[in-house]
Structure formats: C-alpha cells, structure tokens
C-alpha cells in the first residue's frame, strides 16, 4: 500500500474565518482523506510540528509526499527542504500543490524562479486534459472544470514539463500548464495547479481522482541505485 | 539568403466571394509578402499547378516549405506527398499553417490524426508565449490577441511537441497547443495554429513576424548527413 | 489480466538452421512464454496466418501488441498496417523489437525512416540504464549485458523519444538509442533494440524483465476518449 | 558581436606541472582564442580575480558565459552564484564544461547531484550526433574522436535534456550523454563534455566548432520579458 505523508503549511486555516470556514480540520485533511478513499495509506504533517513533521523516521515510511504552502515559505527549515530534496532524488514521490510553486523545494527542483501570473477572482477555470494516455488522467473526462478558482497565468517560469498532462483556460484570458511532471534524480515530481484556500477545491471527486492518480504515478519503482564514483579500471573491463 | 515556397490550395479565394475579398490574391501571396518584407526570398505554389507547383526543381531551391490546405487535401497526389515528406527528413523546413494540420504530409510526419475540435464563431484568441527565450517569439508581447478567429481546441491529436512555444486561449472555453516544433529527421517543423481564411490575420504584424522568425528556425543548417547501411567490419576498429 | 499478441514474421526460423536451432518454435514463442512467466495472458499470431493472425477480433482481445520483423515487412498488408495503426491511437500498447524499426507501423507511427547503422560480428553489448525511475527499468541493474549482439548504431533517424530509458554500448564503437518511449494519439510505444535471431536474446531474464515491465507501461488506461468534431456553439458556453 | 566571458577556476594550471604543459596561459585562454578564431568577442574571468571576475559590469557585457571548474567548486562565492543564475533566468546563456558538472550553479539550475561515473586511464571517446539539424552540430562529421580522454559515463544524474546532442561512446564499455540542452527561466544552457585539464581538447579544430555554435546557440533572443505579478482585474477584460 502506497504511503503518503500529507504536508500543509496549517496558517491560514487557523487565522482567517472564510478558510476555517471551507477547511476547518486543514487543507491536509481534506487531502488526506480524500487519499483515503482511493486506497493510500495517509499520514500528515505541518509546518508547525517539531522538524516540520518531516523528521528522518516520518521520510523513511514515506512514499509520496504533497506540498501545500502559501504565506510562510520562508519558514520552512533550510536543512529540511535539504532532507526533503535527498529523499526525492532518492526515489520519493512529491506532487506540488497549487502555491506551493513557490515553496523552497520546488524551486530548488527546477532551478528557476517559478514565478506566474495570478489574480483572485473566482473566475472560472477549466483544466482540459492534453495527453489521455497518461496515468494521471485516468477517470477523467476530457476537462475539469472549477465553478471558482484563483487565476494563474503564463508565462510560468518553470523548465518545460517532461509531459504536460492538463492546460488550464480561465474566463479572464489566461492559460496555465496546470499538471506538469519531471524526474529529479530517481524522483518524479508532479505540479498540480488547483486548490486556494478559500475554495472548497480539494472536496470535488475529479481533484480527489487526479491526485491518487498522482500517488500512484510518482511511488517510488524498483529501478536501479546508480553507483556514482570512479569506474572500475579500463584494463579489467 | 533564405528562400522560402509558400504553399497554398489556391481554393476558397476562386470560390467564395467572402474569401476573396479577405485574400484578393490568394492566402499565398498575403505570406509571401510578408517574409519578403523580413528579408526572405520567396516563390508560390498552389494546388493546381502541375505537379502542384512542387517539382523537383522547385524543392532543389526550397529552403523552407510552408503549408496552407483546407478544403482539398485528398487532391495531393501521393507521390508529391512522398517527395516533400523526403526532402523534409533530408532538412527542408516546413511550416504548417492552420487548416493545414489535416494535411497528408502533416499526418505522415507525425503518424497520428492529427484531429481537434473547431468552431467558427469569430471569437477572441490570445496565443499566450510559454517559451519566451525560444527564436520563434523574438520581437513578440507576452500574447499575440487576434480580435476574431475561428477556434481550434484540445485535444490536438499530435505527438507532445518538441517545444511548445505558443498556447492559445479562446473566448468560449478552449485552449490549443498554437505553436508547437518538432524535428523529423534533418528537417524542423513548425505548426502555428492561426490563420483562418475568412479573416485577415496574415496581414497582421505579429503573424508576419512569427512566420519570419519559424522561418529563419527551419531552415536547414550545416549538421552532418547520416549514413544508413553496414558499419565497418569490428576487426579494423 | 493485462492480454498481450506476440505477432512474429516467423520466417528465418522455417528457413534457417541456424535460426532454427536458437529458436525451434519461433521467436514469438519465445516471447510469449517470457511474458506468461510474469503473468500475463499471451497470444501468438504470424505473418502466414490468414489477415496475419490480427484480425478484428484478436485486436479487440489485445491490449498491447509486440512486434517483431525482419526480412518480410513488405509483406505486411497495408490495410492491416491501418487496423494496427488506428487501434494504436485508440489506446492499444505497442512494442516494436529489434529489425522491427523498419517495419511499416513503425515508420507509419514515427513519421520517419526509422534507419541506423547495424553490424553482425557477434560482438558486446551494453545497455546502460539512463533513467531508473522509469518503470521499464524495474528490477534491473545498473546496465544489461549481451555477450554477443548485433550492432545497431546511431544516428537512428527517429523522433526524440519522449524518454530515453536505455542507451547501448557496443564493443566496435557506436552508441544507439536502445529503449525509446512515445506517445501516439492514446497508444504507448516503447521500442526496444535488442533480439537479433541468431542469438538467444529472448531467453535471458534481464530482456523477459524488461518486456514485461513494457508491456505493463504501455497497457492502455482509462484516460478519457477525446471528441473531434465541431465544438458547442459559443452562445451557449 | 556575441560577447562571451570565458570563465576558469585555473587553479590546475598553477599547480600542476603537467597541466601547465598542456595550457601554458591556461585553459579559459585557449578557449578564448578558439572563439576569437571563430568571430566571438571574448573576455576571461578566474577564480582568484576580485569577486571571481564576475562583477555586475562584467555581466552586463556578457551574452554566453562559459565555465570551467573542478578541484575549488566550493570556493566560488554563493553570492556570486545568486548572482550568475539571476542572469541565466534573465537570459544569459551558459555553458558549462566538463567537470563543471559539479559546479555550484550547475546544480543549482539542474536541481539534482548532477553526479556521475569517471575514469582517468586516456581512453577514447567518440562523440555521436544524435541530431544532426541542431544548429550545435554544424560542421561537424557523423562523431567526434577524442583519441585519450577522461571517461564520464552514465547515470548521469541530470534532468532529461529537452535536446540531447552528443552521445559519447568510450573504449571502456560506458556511454554518457555529452552534449545536452536546457532552458531554464529565459537563458539557453548547453553541457558539453569533452575537456579534462590534461588533454589538449579545447585546442581541436571541432571542439572550437561545438563551442562556437553553443555560444551562438546560447546567445539571447529578443523574445517578451514575461511579468511575474498581480494580473489585470477580471472585470477590465
């Protein structure tokens, strides 16, 4: 059974009415239970605990990790976001949440600023699905459409995604890459657009289905350990 | 200097009073006078041309080859499919223009349908720059607005693009992958979405300048030509 | 249970002894067993059997399909190179082997010669793993070793592939794109370099190992169906 | 004029006798002659020089740094390394060179180990063009022979290149992907291989050839200076 550490950054809903309002037990519980129902193995931490929640024991029992954060980035620990980018190039799932584009470990990931374009409207989104084949379109139809959601716009400064799963239309005229994956060392990374915190996002059965389909995509396989030093010598070979 | 054929099926403009008041000398002499003014050598061809305008000798001073078809696409022989698609893989350029998605050369390079949705409503498009270091957008804003443009909409039935330079939204709820590149063989492909021939768009500036810039990409270069057969005997090596 | 057709072209083994020795019930057979040992439901069909075994209905109890020609792809129907294409797109996997690079679905499905260069002298081969997260590489070790291969050397006049998850060493001094994946419309192609006839290549757990974990990537999902046809009128949206 | 800044650790060159044989003035002068030679207009910039050469003025009159290092990665400042990759993202482009896998604002920009496998024993390399139409590859042959070079092979622990150009070959039995492109924020990032300080390879006529077309493939554009902020409201569209 695939076990997902579920990480939210817990401030807002404890500091703004209409947020406690949509998520009044977090934005992580919602998303746990939401991983619940399609068959994971949940567990969830937040900035706030000793270590962030993501101590050295928490990682090891972890197979895929979510990343919500928004306001406090900079909180997180310098050595954690280290910890955290060691187990993902080690072979563990991280799928991005929505502002965490801005979150340290994403950006330490891409190498770029992971900068965008947003506006808080509630405005309409529709996320259509580019490539059908892919696993993390799998139950879906051909769009997902948010009655209300926070706009990001292009250009997303991100390097272009190995394969761009959803392309996101917004009432406003903007367009999004909205579900991106990469590999990082033996890790896949999955970016996935939805989910402010004031919109009842992480409720709706598709957001639910993209995300266990998510987990699935980026648990760790049982490919090879690259050995990385000097090579034995040309005159054995 | 770079020497340019524009393509065209030569068709609507002859029928529809509609087209030829938009095109009065055809879509192939609106582009041509567009690269001529950046700087590029240019020659036409339509449809009912003998062997449609594509010789041999024609192909031999072809640099780059841009596409225009909508309505006759069945009316290309085979055997002039089958020349362009070689001089392509041996580093001809070829741009496919609009409706020209459904093209037999266009199908036969990417080896899927290359189908998507479409509608004719005359509604906004805004092709948004997701890759704005990329030599195609030079000289570009961060979006090329066409006023009215018929709409094409994901899925965009085609291998995911090499580099996706442009992404177009639409009024009624669509996006489209507007730009996309890709190498076949030695030669480089470049699908650029706008270009209905009921609306002026390539009159306008920014069309102009997209199509100067994909032409200068395509253009073959100097790379080495590849042999294919049997490699040297392992003994002398 | 995930269905798999082993087509074959099964001549070298009717006219060679050589080849017939290596493989005594045909090649298919060999690959089929391979694949039963690790649970999947195989079917074989040939070149000589009536609509070269892949009638309608076999087509419809298969979800990936593996390839393996050689000296006959010319004899291969074009009607059943279609019916093979178009259920591709339509989700069914497909794993081209060896001297199938030449065969005519793949070079319908890459847009491309698909050429190389190749030499037969017996001599060292090495895969090297470049992307271990990649579920083809599941149970591997850091690189694959054939003591005796047929060369196959770059440039191999293919697309990028979406993912490079093996590149060959040989002994005489080329490199080859050995394990490639694509996209096409809602099908998965993986081709895969190793399997000269003369060589008991399909016998080895390594390249068992490595076709099932194909076989299991390119199985299709439950993506949705995309619709190509004119899009809802723009007033109702 | 393409302005590059040629940058060296050149800490090899002072203290090894047998490194200063090979590049008496050090290895970022022979660079710079072998781009002189081919029309560059070209700077150098070291390690000991006053904030490692790389002054904002420095910077504002660079369009391609090149960078090689090795034995001091971790003596270049961090602040200086802020300082390149603000520039990368803005456009900049950079080549990093051989050992410069390890540099810090290599991995910074890649976000992985950018680690690998080595061997110093002088074997030889032959470096294949997988493709041949990328403007890198312009008068080249089908490979490049280095008759003794340091190995690096696989894994590579890089993100996939969105090009990969070269694929080396060495005696040996490893393979490595030699030559790989990026894009990362605004800036054109090229990896390329060949260039241990004890072999005369940056004085070869093809290895001036690749460096010339990177850094006039690296070079900025005139593409849209994407803004990263609060969007227009919903309401003025």
Tied chains: 1, 2, 3, 4.
């Excluded at 139809?141 to 292009?154: H, R, S």
């Excluded at 996935?192 to 389909?213: C, M, S």
Aim: a negative charge; glycine letters at 8%; aromatic letters at 10%.
């Amino acid at each position: 059974m695939t076990r997902v550490t579920v990480w939210n950054e817990y401030r807002h809903e404890k500091h703004s009415d209409e947020v406690a309002e949509v998520y009044p037990d977090g934005i992580h519980t919602a998303i746990a239970d939401g991983l619940e129902e399609h068959g994971f193995d949940t567990h969830t931490a937040t900035l706030d605990d000793p270590e962030h929640g993501l101590t050295e024991g928490v990682l090891d029992d972890t197979d895929v990790l979510t990343w919500w954060g928004h306001r406090a980035h900079d909180e997180v620990a310098d050595h954690i976001v280290e910890r955290v980018h060691e187990r993902v190039l080690d072979g563990m799932g991280l799928l991005v949440l929505h502002s965490g584009h801005y979150s340290k470990i994403f950006k330490k990931l891409m190498g770029t600023t992971c900068s965008l374009k947003w506006r808080e409207a509630g405005e309409k989104e529709r996320l259509w699905v580019v490539e059908p084949s892919h696993p993390i379109a799998d139950g879906l139809d051909e769009y997902v459409e948010m009655p209300e959601a926070e706009m990001y716009g292009e250009r997303f400064d991100v390097p272009a995604p190995e394969t761009l799963v959803f392309n996101s239309w917004f009432e406003g005229g903007e367009v999004f890459r909205s579900g991106c994956c990469y590999t990082r060392g033996s890790g896949r990374v999955f970016y996935f657009r939805p989910g402010h915190e004031t919109y009842p996002i992480y409720y709706r059965d598709e957001i639910k289905q993209v995300l266990a389909n998510a987990a699935e995509w980026a648990a760790p396989g049982d490919g090879p350990t690259p050995s990385f030093d000097n090579a034995e010598p040309l005159e054995e070979l």
